[in-house]
């Protein structure tokens, strides 16, 4: 396996570009995705929070729209053991990562078709709140990020997290146009990654004078409010030395300070902070005008009182805020407001929606606030615009915008069929010239900076051996090519192929990696029982006698388990070979107790964790079974081989290959990158496993693998395009990586033959030389 993302994944327009399923097909098999289970993250209620308070109005008027819609929710907790509402699905404690590895193993086995998460740096634990990646890496599912925060100038710390979120996102939503320009200025995330939707507010009837002031006693006094929970960030020392100016030529205004003190902030200080304003009111001789609410307020009275005031005051002194969830409400509400020109109000409150001050000075708010007292028509005309303003943002409208925002992301439901015809070979040889296989492609077009490697000409030497014999007479001068490149792959003095080769034809390397030589080893192998040619057979079983003895000092897994496979079809040619069967009971018996080793209760595999070419370890064990013969080998196989392929089977049916973030994991597997190479690893196993067993759960489970490269995968996209025998480099979180490299395209060819000559016997057509759209839209 080769992977670098640097060369495969291009980020923006070229990283994640979907493509249209292909169209046709004779599988015996439909696929139907289905749709319509939302995983919501975020803080919820009985949470008293701005948070908490916006992902329940999510809930509750995306339920209402999309009632067929599941939403399950995953509640954060800033404390374990506290108290989540009867929607929450599973609570998610902020200070602990297993909470949240064990929340996306959930969400993954719901089967959710998207995940939605709230993002806010403070509510999640760790530096900048970098725990939440523990669950954004975990995830399969399209993840859309709302994002309540979008910092211009992050630390270094929260640089980190922004860049994976806009990294794993398939969408980004925002809530003010700085947001966005933000986004793609500063994070780099493609325009077309980001979605606008505004803050939802709710959908009330127009009241100038709330009929709850006159059961107050309030019906005659001018009021100004400020709402939400209480902290330094609101700016309210300013709006307090701001009363007395206001006072002098109102002195029946009342000033209505209402929400609770910020729960962290209790947690730290107590009420020392709602203390020092108590006192500053007293100080400057206006605390008979200010009346404290000192609670935090469901949705419907919190609407009610803000309908109380008439004159909303926003001063906050953090002008880089982009989301004030009251400033939304007061303008939904139609109620007159006064802000600072933090970037969320310089947006709501344009063409005159209301009055934006210079800065947080109270000079600025006495006047204004003044100007609005004293000019009552002005006051009403203000009101009414924004009124009208806020229909654009009830929540009904925002609930229509979420909801076409997951439909875009999931994509419509559908039934598709998965073609047994065979890829073009046309696609393989466009990544050829005379010296061989080129090793990567910059979209379709082979990437000389590159070169080759001895593991893709082994490779495509296995393909053309595995067409049959017409085709591979019509191959022969490829076939060639691919041989003539290991044959000067192989370095004497040093008893070992060599692997990469620059454009200009010189070697890079004196060795290559076991895993190459072994590769190698395993094409030489199957070039002398599947070769049509005499002479190539020939010419393979010499090499291969020649080099298999450095076989007998393989370490790792992977290169013991193709030297094996390679020694098996030597066998297979030569039943009396016995170095091959050295190389198989050697082999054999170290896998066999590698497999011992590292199973433990739901692990049965042979390491700890899972990488590249999975499959092959345990196909490798199978064979080495039957050929030896030895029942422990081969039981030991198969149990490996279910395990694995049963893990890599999502909740809703479809193969979902071991990712390459995985590599480094223990005891789990991360979802992306998905490697066309897995794919092909299991498709070939369970085949090897069907010969023996005959057994259907094999054929499906080849089948389900197989189904995979033509867009029964996480994303519903087809990697493979059967007419112009391309394959794309690997699914990823936002789509798919638009090169296509010779791995890529050699595993879905090579998949395609093993599905052809074990389970499509004669049934097989191969695909007319036209191109599908995928590659229509890759080339345009």
């Not at 700016?235 to 962290?264: C, K, S, W």
């Not at 344009?350 to 100007?371: R, W």
């Not at 994303?715 to 798919?736: E, F, K, N, Y």
């Amino acid at each position: 396996m080769k992977f670098n993302r640097e060369d495969h994944f291009f980020p923006g327009h070229f990283g994640d570009q979907f493509f249209p399923p292909l169209e046709g097909s004779d599988f015996s098999r439909v696929w139907e995705k289905s749709s319509g289970r939302l995983a919501l993250i975020g803080c919820f209620r009985p949470r008293q929070c701005g948070i908490a308070t916006f992902t329940a109005d999510v809930f509750d008027h995306l339920s209402a729209h999309s009632p067929d819609m599941e939403i399950d929710v995953y509640a954060m907790r800033s404390q374990p053991g506290q108290p989540v509402g009867t929607e929450v699905r599973q609570a998610i404690d902020e200070k602990d990562a297993a909470s949240y590895r064990n929340a996306a193993n959930a969400i993954n086995a719901s089967g959710a078709d998207a995940v939605w998460l709230q993002h806010e740096f403070g509510i999640f634990g760790g530096s900048a709140g970098d725990m939440v990646l523990e669950l954004v890496d975990r995830i399969a599912a399209p993840l859309i990020v709302t994002l309540h925060t979008v910092l211009a100038e992050p630390s270094a710390a929260q640089r980190h997290v922004m860049d994976r979120l806009v990294a794993r996102a398939s969408k980004l939503v925002v809530m003010s146009d700085y947001g966005l320009t933000t986004l793609t200025s500063v994070y780099g995330a493609s325009p077309d990654q980001v979605a606008l939707i505004e803050h939802g507010t709710p959908d009330r009837p127009f009241e100038e004078i709330s009929t709850l002031r006159k059961r107050l006693g309030l019906a005659d006094r001018p009021i100004l409010s400020t709402f939400g929970l209480i902290g330094p960030g609101k700016g309210l020392e300013a709006a307090i030395r701001a009363l007395p100016a206001i006072v002098a030529q109102y002195p029946d205004i009342l000033y209505r300070i209402v929400g609770a003190t910020h729960p962290n902030l209790v947690a730290a200080e107590g009420e020392a902070y709602r203390d020092s304003l108590q006192q500053l009111a007293d100080s400057l001789g206006v605390a008979d005008n200010i009346a404290w609410e000192n609670r935090f307020l469901d949705l419907e009275e919190l609407l009610d009182q803000i309908e109380l005031c008439d004159i909303y005051l926003a001063p906050y002194p953090n002008l880089q805020q982009i989301t004030s969830g009251t400033l939304a409400y007061a303008v939904a509400l139609g109620r007159a407001v006064i802000s600072t020109p933090f970037v969320h109000a310089r947006e709501l409150l344009a063409d005159d929606v209301g009055i934006l001050l210079p800065g947080a000075e109270s000079d600025a708010i006495s006047e204004a606030a003044l100007m609005l007292l004293a000019l009552p028509e002005e006051r009403r005309a203000v009101q009414r615009r924004a009124y009208a303003r806020g229909r654009r943002t009830a929540w009904n409208v925002i609930a229509r915008q979420c909801a076409a925002l997951i439909d875009e992301v999931v994509g419509a439901p559908e039934a598709r069929e998965i073609s047994q015809r065979a890829p073009a070979l046309s696609g393989v040889w466009a990544m050829c010239d005379d010296v061989g296989m080129f090793q990567h492609a910059v979209y379709l077009l082979p990437d000389r900076a590159h070169g080759y490697c001895i593991d893709d000409n082994a490779r495509a030497l296995m393909l053309v051996h595995s067409l049959p014999a017409k085709m591979q007479d019509e191959a022969m001068p490829r076939a060639r090519a691919f041989a003539s490149f290991i044959q000067h792959g192989w370095n004497e003095s040093e008893g070992a192929f060599r692997n990469f080769m620059g454009y200009d034809r010189r070697w890079l390397e004196e060795t290559g990696s076991e895993d190459s030589n072994g590769r190698t080893l395993w094409a030489l192998g199957h070039a002398t029982s599947c070769a049509t040619d005499p002479h190539m057979r020939e010419w393979a079983a010499r090499l291969f006698d020649r080099c298999a003895p450095m076989a007998q000092a393989f370490k790792n897994p992977r290169a013991i388990a193709f030297a094996m496979l390679g020694a098996d079809e030597r066998l297979e040619q030569d039943p009396g070979h016995a170095l091959a069967r050295q190389i198989i009971e050697r082999g054999g018996a170290f896998l066999c107790a590698l497999w011992k080793s590292g199973r433990r209760p739901g692990w049965d595999w042979f390491e700890t964790g899972l990488t590249y070419d999975n499959a092959r370890l345990a196909e490798a064990l199978i064979r080495a079974g039957r050929r030896l013969p030895s029942l422990p080998h081969e039981e030991a196989g198969l149990s490996a081989l279910d395990w694995l392929a049963t893990f890599q089977t999502a909740s809703q049916g479809h193969f979902r290959a071991v990712g390459s973030e995985s590599f480094d994991h223990e005891g789990e597997a991360l979802p992306f990158d998905q490697q066309p190479l897995e794919a092909w690893a299991t498709v070939a196993a369970c085949g090897t496993a069907y010969r023996l067993t005959g057994q259907a759960v094999w054929r499906d489970h080849a089948e389900t693998a197989y189904a995979w490269f033509l867009g029964r995968n996480d994303r519903s996209i087809a990697l493979g395009d059967l007419r112009s025998g391309r394959c794309l480099d690997g699914l990823t979180p936002r789509g798919v990586n638009r090169n296509s490299g010779a791995e890529s395209i050699l595993a879905f060819h090579l998949a395609h033959r093993t599905m052809a000559d074990i389970f499509w016997r004669g049934q097989t057509i191969v695909a007319e030389p036209r191109q599908d759209a995928a590659v229509a839209a890759l080339a345009g």
